[in-house]
């Protein structure tokens, strides 16, 4: 049996048969693979309780279920779990299968939005002189990561080929195989001119281990990792809070979202509006830390 297919022993075969073919249309739009076990996990469940045809089901009859089945859940557990459901019946609209969703926007819990994490100056500062005790390629690595913004899989495919040091630039590769200029600060200029300085291997890739093989995601968030441990960080150091600090302090000296949103890579201004959920008086203090 194939993944993407409900596993339960379900009665009701149109129900089995659309569940499939939705959870089909969800690989051949390149789901990942956790994404659609997730999907599939829940709908052999739903299934399982409901034996009417998913084309019978009212708005009245699932709103019982979310009730008595769901009642017990997180509102961010029952809201992706409303979202599985509407995502299928959604499907099935577009299919024509059914003229409209019984799915109810009204359903879902009004969730806090989020707010994301950075670093504030003084973690900032004790992060980066932590960082001075690693080895040179680790410091090149991490500054890297604080004054461009990267995701850590950026870096991790960066080529010494992809860095113009005297622009201070580089070309990585982002998301859905998009190319983006992305520049560095002169301090990560001068680690890097001394790491590929030191560097005793002649390699492709621009991070690398002693033997020359381009260093794993897994072995940089190691590295990051340690270095909040090692800096005395009250909450785990992830790369991608170097990232969320970068937009951070663009958006505190006054840069407009949509030129974080192009440093970033973001292809959808919505996405970068996540930095405008910041309150204001939050900014005002921000821009006061980092510019006086």
């Known amino acids: 049996m194939n993944y993407w297919e409900l596993k339960k022993p379900i009665t009701n075969q149109e129900n089995r048969d659309t569940g499939n073919e939705f959870l089909l249309n969800l690989k051949l739009m390149n789901k990942s693979q956790g994404t659609i076990s997730q999907y599939r996990d829940y709908l052999d469940r739903f299934f399982m309780y409901i034996e009417e045809t998913y084309s019978d089901l009212t708005s009245d009859t699932l709103h019982e279920w979310f009730v008595k089945q769901e009642g017990h859940l997180t509102e961010k557990s029952l809201s992706q779990r409303i979202a599985i459901l509407s995502s299928f019946f959604n499907f099935c609209v577009q299919e024509e299968y059914i003229e409209r969703s019984p799915i109810k926007s009204r359903w879902y819990p009004r969730l806090p939005k989020p707010v994301p994490k950075y670093l504030g100056k003084s973690d900032l500062a004790k992060t980066r002189y932590q960082s001075e005790k690693m080895s040179i390629r680790n410091q090149a690595m991490v500054e890297f990561m604080i004054s461009s913004g990267c995701r850590v899989g950026e870096l991790h495919r960066l080529d010494c080929s992809d860095i113009n040091m005297e622009n201070r630039s580089a070309h990585v590769l982002g998301k859905g195989g998009k190319i983006r200029q992305v520049h560095f600060s002169e301090k990560c200029k001068v680690l890097l001119e001394r790491y590929l300085d030191d560097r005793r291997i ?62 970033l890579g973001h292809t959808e201004l919505s996405t970068t509006q996540i930095y405008a959920r910041l309150p204001k008086r939050k900014i005002v203090s921000l821009y006061r830390k980092y510019m006086g």
């Open 202 to 263: 002649d390699a492709a890739a621009l991070f690398t281990t002693t033997t020359g093989k381009r260093l794993g995601i897994q072995a940089i968030r190691k590295a990051v990792i340690k270095l909040g441990e090692d800096a005395g960080m009250d909450t785990r150091l992830h790369p991608h809070r170097f990232r969320h600090t970068f937009a951070t302090e663009l958006l505190a000296k006054g840069a407009d979202l949509e030129f974080i949103g192009a440093e």
